[in-house]
């Protein structure tokens, strides 16, 4: 009976062993240190509210994707701020700030005031066009959400390849000012699909960034850059929205896909990054978000849930340093800056396994003054090595996104091979 017991025992144990069990007690952001968000509306087929939340939260979300006042509290057990839809907006009130005082006291009163402060976000527009009728309305929301909510209004901003009549101004830069100055928001989010299979359909009222099949580095880091910069004029974060779902003319997301526009999005700096989309929408070809269509966990689930820990291990360390330039090496984007440009880095050796090293390298200080690279592999196939001095401190130390919170080890040996796609942490004292 003793040798019985003992087998089952490792028994047990073998198969908890390889069993996908997610660490609960794992170190993990706040949305105000950074936010980590899945876009758009509830499109699964899942009706269980509490396993839908739960799988969020597993894959390392801190914030919902936009849900109804009902549900706030499925958010809340589940230890997720919630993000609210605009659904209770009354258009037919045609005074701008008493819809927006109808709007916060409807959202208030669905939630209910013991799970009001589990609200991170009140969605209030998406892309919108700069014109004055428009501001109106969005500015007197976002002052009703913070005055009556206490939280923060959402807007997000067209990317840089909308055209001039979608923008409803010519310069990108002005337009980024335009709803940040405005609406006094605290991010500047957009987002920026960059991956595609080749030319995308003629589909009128569509807006599609234009190019070549593969990943158009000109138009992914030159909007990181206008964004950046706007972000730092206007002395707020900045929010990335990421490709993460197979759709139109995009590939199906991949390990290299989901990760390279991460690590970027971190090197230059951001306070949240979201993906589009988390559910897949029962439509056209649109395939395999986290969530696939047919409401179950595809690959990319895990491809995400990858990043959005890495996001959380480095991140006691990461919220508090601030960016102070970005650069690339091998490939420099349109309206990006190269390695002359460095600030901390006093030394940079590449070494690719196969052809030309193709890197970006984000500059960091912290509080003290000490420095600190992100470098990001951009190459989709191949490893790189890579070897790093900085203009001060003696030893150079890695902050471990694979290991649980914010572990420092010397830097060296096999961990200087960064992975396609993916990125890391350095620092020298």
């Given at each position: 009976m003793t040798k019985l017991l003992f087998t089952l025992l490792v028994l047990i144990l073998t198969i908890g062993l390889f069993a996908e069990n997610y660490d609960t007690t794992r170190q993990r952001l706040d949305p105000n240190e950074f936010s980590i968000m899945p876009w758009g509306g509830n499109w699964s087929t899942e009706t269980n509210m509490d396993t839908y939340f739960q799988n969020m939260y597993d894959c390392?979300?801190?914030?919902?994707?936009?849900?109804?006042?009902?549900?706030?509290?499925?958010?809340?057990?589940?230890?997720?701020?919630?993000?609210?839809?605009?659904?209770?907006?009354?258009?037919?009130?045609?005074?701008?700030?008493?819809?927006?005082?109808?709007?916060?006291?409807?959202?208030?009163?669905?939630?209910?005031?013991?799970?009001?402060?589990?609200?991170?976000?009140?969605?209030?527009?998406?892309?919108?066009?700069?014109?004055e009728e428009t501001k109106a309305w969005l500015v007197a929301c976002s002052e009703a959400i913070k005055n009556n909510i206490k939280c923060k209004p959402?807007?997000?901003?067209?990317?840089?390849?909308?055209?001039?009549?979608?923008?409803?101004?010519?310069?990108?830069?002005?337009?980024?000012?335009?709803?940040?100055?405005a609406c006094k928001i605290d991010y500047i989010s957009y987002d920026h699909y960059a991956f595609s299979l080749g030319a995308a359909p003629n589909v009128p009222g569509m807006t599609y960034n234009e190019g070549g099949a593969g990943f158009?580095?000109?138009?992914?880091?030159?909007?990181?850059?206008?964004?950046?910069?706007?972000?730092?004029?206007?002395?707020?974060?900045?929010?990335?929205?990421i490709q993460s779902v197979g759709a139109l003319h995009w590939p199906d997301p991949d390990d290299y896909i989901i990760h390279v526009q991460g690590w970027s999005t971190l090197a230059y700096g951001a306070k949240g990054i979201s993906y589009f989309t988390y559910n897949t929408p029962n439509m056209g070809n649109w395939r395999n978000a986290p969530y696939d269509e047919y409401g179950m966990k595809s690959?990319?689930?895990?491809?995400?849930?990858?990043?959005?820990?890495?996001?959380?291990?480095?991140?006691?360390?990461?919220?508090?340093?601030?960016?102070?330039?970005?650069?690339?090496?091998?490939?420099?984007?349109?309206?990006?800056?190269?390695?002359?440009?460095?600030?901390?880095?006093?030394?940079?050796?590449?070494?690719?396994?196969?052809?030309?090293?193709?890197?970006?390298?984000?500059?960091?200080?912290?509080?003290?003054?000490?420095?600190?690279?992100?470098?990001v592999n951009k190459d989709p196939k191949y490893s790189i090595a890579i070897s790093i001095e900085f203009n001060k401190g003696d030893k150079i130390y890695k902050v471990e996104d694979r290991s649980i919170g914010a572990q420092v080890k010397g830097f060296g040996g096999e961990d200087t091979y960064i992975m396609p796609g993916h990125g890391v942490l350095l620092f020298a004292k």
């Open positions: 390392g979300f801190n914030l919902t994707n936009f849900i109804n006042a009902k549900d706030v509290k499925y958010a809340k057990k589940h230890n997720l701020k919630a993000v609210i839809d605009g659904g209770l907006v009354d258009w037919n009130i045609a005074d701008n700030k008493a819809r927006a005082e109808d709007y916060t006291q409807k959202i208030i009163k669905a939630v209910g005031k013991n799970n009001l402060n589990n609200i991170y976000f009140v969605y209030v527009r998406d892309e919108p066009t700069a014109d959402y807007i997000n901003l067209f990317p840089n390849y909308a055209n001039e009549k979608q923008l409803g101004m010519k310069s990108y830069d002005d337009y980024l000012d335009y709803y940040t100055q158009n580095e000109n138009s992914f880091y030159g909007n990181l850059e206008s964004v950046k910069a706007a972000a730092d004029r206007n002395r707020v974060g900045f929010i990335n929205i690959p990319t689930y895990r491809y995400v849930a990858h990043m959005n820990f890495a996001i959380h291990n480095i991140g006691a360390i990461y919220k508090n340093l601030k960016n102070i330039n970005v650069y690339h090496v091998g490939n420099v984007p349109k309206g990006c800056k190269d390695q002359s440009s460095a600030i901390n880095v006093k030394k940079l050796d590449l070494h690719a396994i196969k052809g030309t090293p193709n890197v970006v390298v984000g500059e960091f200080v912290d509080k003290e003054g000490n420095p600190y690279a992100m470098i």
